[in-house]
């Protein structure tokens, strides 16, 4: 099968490219899940830490625990480092060791690759459903180590001799909130018929693409996937041509062009320099004792009101199984903002990247957009200092918008966290002056890092949002 | 500069297939170097651990540690996994968090690059001096925190202004004895003299390649450097070709080509698969606390002769600046054996590697030689299991070995720990059944994964001994 098939890269283009869809326009998409949002509701109420059920402060430490031990954990940190804005401050974060699959199963319809997506509840988003991917699965799921059945399309992706892998990357979570977290992004394509149960549609990549203009509609976990899934062609293939981008570019040139502001080997080498430069310290102190907080029985908040919120949440669904649970989430301060600068060099499209150091990242530096004001120290509205380039991104005139919708991040752990993401083109991009850690990147080479790991999520999140045409 | 330049893999090649060098041929640094080993000498002496001067066990743990608390510490770690033949076990390990400089200084002579190497001493080397790159330094070394002399010809490394960057990777040492310790691998240009100090000579690529078919001549440092020399060329260059290798194939092709038995996605996804399938736990207990290893006066070592001895030894130098210090050291407790499987596979070159778990490596698993038993539980001669494919390499009749020296590790840390390195041809290697953790590679593949921090120092080490003509 591998051999007579077009490249990956250009299959995926094809999807991105297109609406047509036999089974449903994307009118009707919208319209299934605002109508499964109707008639399916989480019933969310913030409730006190003293209510939590099965959830307490561990002894010793504070930190917010499970009873059985698994799930995951709040613990209380120390970070410091070098680099950014702050040299030490604690927080929260979320410690959540497992590797959790996030899945996305595809299957070619009249030539054309689909998705097969859920309308998906949870209790953190702003309006209850979003479309996600088919499975969302922790090991302990899989493993069916806990109680419970397992979900549904799962062997898809844990029995592969009917399905064969598309993509298959470690992606990290926000290293803003959670300590060294990274779930499995596949991508399975299967060329039998697939039951679509209830709850599920198949939808080409540009409608879910086309769905991302739209405020808050995709989960995360569906945008880092389609992050992965790479534009870019092998080495030696024909190179394809797409349309014509809002950038005035052929977006797939860029994509694929070996011509860079920065060679990889010298992008290598800004990232190796930085890692090399910057030190990163955590400690694990507890909850009880981070400083620079306030607990009061209903929430952890930072005295300033910048990073986020830790609250608590009881959930019961109004479905036919009642289901009820409570948890502690995430909540924000404000809405945030997370966004590239943009620029065209020789023709190519590049984008400005900044490298950060994220508390619970895995590496001393991440690779991040040009603009991270997001659960971190920065607030967007507030005075006082900004990161570089924000009022550049935050002040864009209109016209130079390319792309901007307020997105939410995963709803199972962060409650109506809402981010700006932004696409701001600048003429001449490259005149500008850059601090040490930000370099302006091709699509390329901003796809390579992320095959590789290397991508924040809220990068990630921000390319899966590129408008292609 | 960059723009009129051939690719930087293609210069490599030129260098890596001459040893044309007007300064002295191939067997005068050969005699230099004995001459220089004869000439300079390090009295080592074993002492027992009461004799170690700055150097005592930590209270509480035992742990070995230095009184300025710098340099690096032995410690006892427990270690658990569920790949692999062991379980469970403790052993010590050196925890140095330190970011090293590993650096070499290249410059074009007649048209071919030509690398500054020096004669070297460390007191682990089996005959004191190895040819080393130019600089070794530790981030102390390199920030002056403690005293001594800065390094010659570290400021190429950190002033760009007379430089210019070929490599530059943060790349892992030997998780089987180290904590989670890399060092940066980095090769500069410069188009400068460069002042060519006492125990320093230019040589070509190809020089140190044919010293590496010498026993214990080349340090482990200089060959992880090399083996981030990539031959591989970028996206769209012109396909150059070298001479027929020992392999009766294009080398260079091996290095190019997009031929591979598994494509590049479904590598990336048998390692993804890995590093969510196994897992590996470390816990630090302490040097006094770990079981199935005796400590006397003199050594620790494991009850059945297995992994590897701590020992502690006073070196002194006999040149005109008297030098006097002691250390601990890694002492292993017989040769080796780390080897590559190759086999053509559609006349493109493959590596047979394995995917290890590691006690000191980044990630759960970690991509390694075909046979790595070294340091580690596996005794080579001993009776017992072995690892897959062992007895493959072990008998090889003699016209299959492409390549086999004995080399030796780090002599900083490592007491003339010698390794056999070796490379066997095997016909129609793709017929081996595999397990799970093993897979065929091209070596454009395997520098790829290379690039990315992903293989190990004995699976770099290797592929920067393997023949190329």
Redesign the interface.
Known sequence: M?ETMPP?GLRFLKSALTEDNAFQTTEEAVAWLHATGKERKLLVNQIPFSELGEWSSAEGSGDLVHKSGKFFRIEGIRASTDLGPLPEWDQPIINQPE?G?LGIIAREFDGVLHLLMKANMEPGNPFGVQLANAVQAT?SNYTQVHQGARPPYLEYFLERNHSR??????QWEQGSAFLRKRN?N?VVEVTEDVPVLDGFRWMTLGQVKKLLTYPNLVSMDTRTVIACMSLCQ???ADQASASLSPFGVDILASFNS?HAML????L??WL??L??RHQLTLQHIGLDRITGWDRDGHQISEQNGRFFRVIAVDVQSDSREVVHWSQPLIASVEEGLIAFLATKIDDVLHVLVQARVEPGSADTVTVGPTIQCALGYHSRSGGGEHAPFFDLVQDAAPETIRYSAVQSEEGGRFYRVENEYRVVEIENGYELSLPPNYTWVTLHQLQELL??GLVSVEARSLLSCLPLT
């Open positions: 591998t990956t590797i699959i090991r892998v598309l993509v298959d990357q470690l499995r596949i092998p080495r030696g070996t060679s990889d080997d010298h290598g080498s190796t320099d890692k090399c095959r590789y």
